[in-house]
């Protein structure tokens, strides 16, 4: 997939946000985040993507989605608070389940199928951000995206700090910028870069994560995973 293109003036989705529609449901967002959505997101509209929102509080960011991304667009909600199950627009769903849950996300790809963008807006605790990111990240397609709003909260104590290794969620994606090094960390691999990859006795080992993973982009309150699949790196001198 290729690297995210900047963001552009026309940007529909902020401008959907700013116009509002009758009846439709509140939203809260911070204004910076609709440039950053529509970087990363702008590639799946008119594709029938599937989009798994977690946080649905009102309701009104589904019907968002389902107007930027067009018809045929696939959304789904998670939230914990069973009242929301009756907030879907016409075209989305809502599951019913607390995030931090890996069973219960387990039974949502049952669902939904691998999702094409994830979007994690829920409770914002380091605990639910780090098992939601475990369960569904690795089902996110390739290509793919999965962001994570709100991460500001990995630096806050006291309720949002409730991860038993102590981890937030900060850590936890620079933790996958490591794994992205997993070929060009080693430097015994260097030796073999500057063979063509086809061309080479066996691949050099990496993860899944490494193979999947073709960029983090830290924005203020933001980390979104694009995921697409890589081949080994080489390199050459031209004159």
Not at 113 to 139: C, K
């Amino acid at each position: 997939m290729p690297k995210p293109p900047p963001a552009t003036a026309d940007n529909p989705l902020y401008e959907d946000f700013l116009a509002g529609a009758p009846g439709r449901p509140p939203i809260d967002r911070w204004h910076h985040y609709f440039d950053v959505y529509h970087r990363h997101f702008q590639a799946f509209r008119g594709k029938q993507p599937t989009i798994i929102e977690i946080g649905v509080q009102q309701g009104g960011s589904l019907g968002l989605w389902l107007n930027y991304f067009g018809a045929g667009a696939r959304v789904f909600g998670i939230d914990v608070d069973p009242a929301c199950a009756e907030r879907a627009p016409p075209g989305a769903r809502v599951l019913i389940g607390d995030q931090a849950d890996e069973a219960f996300l387990r039974r949502v790809l049952d669902e939904t199928g691998p999702p094409d963008i994830v979007i994690d807006d829920g409770g914002h605790t380091a605990r639910q951000q780090i098992n939601s990111f475990e369960v569904l990240y690795p089902a996110t397609k390739t290509p793919g995206v999965y962001l994570v709003e709100d991460t500001h909260t990995s630096f806050w104590t006291g309720v949002f700090a409730d991860d038993p290794q102590q981890r937030n969620f900060i850590g936890h994606a620079f933790r996958t910028v490591i794994a992205m090094h997993d070929w060009t960390a080693p430097r015994q691999n260097f030796r073999t870069f500057s063979i063509p990859p086809a061309e080479r006795p066996a691949p050099l080992a990496a993860s899944e994560t490494a193979r999947t993973t073709d960029s983090v982009c830290f924005y203020d309150s933001m980390v979104v995973f694009t995921r697409a699949r890589r081949a080994e790196p080489w390199r050459e001198t031209r004159g």
